[in-house]
């Protein structure tokens, strides 16, 4: 069966802060829902800088808690590439129609490397895309906790057999598109109808009202871009699936992530003076440099 493999250990603390910022999130995203018309999140003037200023901040703790200790030099190498290939990924989609050429790349690594460095994949891609293509803005905070949701989700995903693999993830990837743009609708849609309507946000209005009126939002302006992203992400995740698995599988077994470095203790019985010796011996008879035993 097909597992992740963990290039970033989750530690307790870092597991913890990782849930922390997931549910400050969860907030950042859902506040009209709770808003009372009286509250400051109700009058919504400054609601989006706020959660935009205070998210960057929670990240930052997140991947500080998830590199102590946990992020090598092997895995930042890894990240930085994944990063790379998918801020230049991403504008040849730029969106249009929701054709989204990233998240596949998410997905993928996300699967491959474990639940934190999706997490980490996924805000450090968007991140990177937008200083690329001058997308830096207060939207910016939601795209990249968005992003890494998506990642940690793909590396959560259960073991399954080779061959229900690509299903599961093709299936993962059109469910994780269509609620990474619910998720996007909900941090402007408080100031996007303008107008008051039946799509408008009501602050102070019951839960469930403000709800319905937000899904009759989402229908009317994006259900095409979101069902857009999700057949995105189902067709490179089919087409480009298993020749991507495997490379970063490959890549993952030579970076040996899951390996701790131990010295050989085949001859304890010699000593550093005479394991030096034994050593320089036999590079002079031209034995290979891997075999060699201290």
């Known amino acids: 069966m097909a597992g992740p493999t963990r290039a970033i250990a989750l530690r307790p603390r870092s597991t913890a802060a990782l849930a922390l910022v ?36 929670l990240m930052a703790v997140v991947l500080f808690e998830i590199s102590e200790g946990g992020l090598d030099v092997k ?31 998410l ?3 996300g699967r491959v490397f474990g639940p934190a460095f999706g997490f980490v994949l996924g805000s450090t891609t968007l991140f990177a895309s937008a200083l690329i293509t001058g997308g830096v803005g207060p939207w910016l905070p939601y795209q990249m906790l968005g992003a890494a949701w998506v990642g940690l989700g793909a590396g959560l995903l259960p073991a399954v057999r080779p ?3 690509l299903v599961l993830l093709a299936a993962y990837g059109a ?39 937000f899904g009759v939002f989402s229908l009317a302006t994006s259900v095409w871009w979101d069902l857009g992203r999700a ?6 995740i089919a087409v480009t ?5 495997g490379t970063l599988r490959r890549a993952s077994r030579r970076a040996a992530f899951d ?12 000593d550093g003076d005479q394991a030096t010796d034994t050593v320089l011996e036999r590079v002079e008879e031209g034995a290979p440099r891997h075999t060699l035993h201290g």
């Open 175 to 213: 469910v994780a598109g269509l609620l990474y743009g619910v998720a996007l609708n909900f941090s402007f849609w408080p100031f996007a109808s303008g107008l008051q309507s039946d799509v408008s946000f009501v602050a102070g209005a019951a839960p469930w009202e403000n709800l319905r009126r």
């Open 231 to 236: 057949v995105t992400n189902v067709v490179l």
């Open 259 to 270: 390996t701790e470095a131990a010295f050989d203790q085949a001859h304890p019985e010699v």
């Open 22 to 57: 997931s549910l400050a999130g969860l907030l950042a995203f859902l506040w009209p829902l709770f808003a009372t018309a009286g509250s400051r999140l109700g009058q919504h003037a400054d609601a989006p800088l706020l959660f935009a200023l205070l998210l960057p901040l």
């Open 107 to 109: 997905v993928l690594g």
């Open 75 to 105: 895995a930042v190498a890894m990240l930085g590439v994944l990063s790379a290939v998918g801020a230049a990924l991403r504008p040849l989609g730029a969106g249009t129609a929701g054709l989204e050429t990233v998240f596949f790349l």
């Open 241 to 245: 699936g298993r020749a991507v698995l």
């Open 163 to 165: 061959r229900w693999e």
